[in-house]
């Protein structure tokens, strides 16, 4: 009952707790995370790289494990990565300011 319960828990969690956005290159991703600040902190964000490959029964995965060639794509990757959590940070300023003109995107 109770791994039951862990079990629910934990699927509740994955199916709420959606990432901020995806930023692929090539078969590695960067998986944004928007982590609620606390104490009056503002929100936080953290990233994941994984590499994406299909299974022998043809379903997509995702691993940590990243070989010499993925490193390479990360050099690209994580400028972009940069990139969007700022703009991300941008546009949860201006809604904390009440800021009606601001357009995702930097504009």
């Known amino acids: 009952m ?5 079990k629910d828990k934990t ?3 994955t ?3 959606k990432p901020a956005d995806t ?4 078969g590695v991703k960067g998986v944004i995370w928007k982590n609620a600040g606390k104490d009056g902190k503002p929100d936080r964000y953290s ?7 299909t299974d022998a029964n043809g379903n997509w995965k995702d691993t940590p494990s990243l070989s010499e060639f993925d490193n ?3 050099g690209i990757l994580i400028p972009q ?5 700022a ?21």
């Open 2 to 6: 109770v791994n039951q319960q862990r």
């Open 11 to 13: 699927m509740t969690q």
């Open 15 to 17: 199916q709420t707790n």
């Open 23 to 26: 930023i692929r290159y090539g």
């Open 47 to 53: 990233v994941t790289y994984v590499r994406s490959y």
């Open 72 to 74: 390479l794509k990360l």
């Open 81 to 85: 990565v940069a990139t969007r959590i």
């Open 87 to 107: 703009e991300l940070k941008t546009a949860d300023r201006a809604e904390a300011n009440g800021d009606d003109n601001y357009e995702e995107g930097g504009q």
